[in-house]
């Protein structure tokens, strides 16, 4: 038996895209972000803590309707404006250890997996969308 979370806020938000974009046969016209796990966010920092300096990446965060992580290929695609919305609401899914540090990382330049080691010492976890220190 899995543990499941019970009442409270809601761990999951669909964005409606305003350009929606076709990858591979599937049109994406939303987004859903969904909160991230602990198991989650450790398997995240473990794969990016080794990054070069400025190599972008994404955030564990975007899904499809289908429930599969939205490819980084739809996420580079993306519509600036989609792409701003997206980060913007993505703050509110990220764990608050790492809220704060990409806020400024938006005002100063810095790759997000220098942020993101900076802020764990635990393994980080590959996943879905968010670029370092720009937008995504």
């Known amino acids: ?31 859903t972000l969904r909160r991230l ?19 972008k990446f994404h955030w564990p965060l975007f899904f499809d309707d289908a429930g599969a992580p939205v490819p980084p290929a739809v996420m580079d695609a993306l519509d600036a404006d989609d792409s701003e919305r997206l980060d913007s609401e993505a703050l509110d899914f990220l764990p608050r250890r790492f809220r704060g540090r990409l806020e400024a990382d938006h005002r100063a330049p810095r790759s997000e997996a220098q942020s993101v080691a900076a802020q764990t010492d635990s393994a980080p976890s590959a996943g879905a969308t968010i670029e370092p220190s720009s937008s995504v």
């Open 1 to 31: 038996i899995a543990p499941s979370f019970v009442a409270g806020r809601s761990r999951e938000k669909r964005i409606e895209l305003e350009w929606p974009i076709e990858y591979g046969g599937t049109i994406y016209d939303v987004i």
């Open 37 to 55: 796990t602990v198991a989650e966010v450790s398997a995240f920092v473990e794969s990016v803590k080794d990054l070069p300096d400025g190599k």
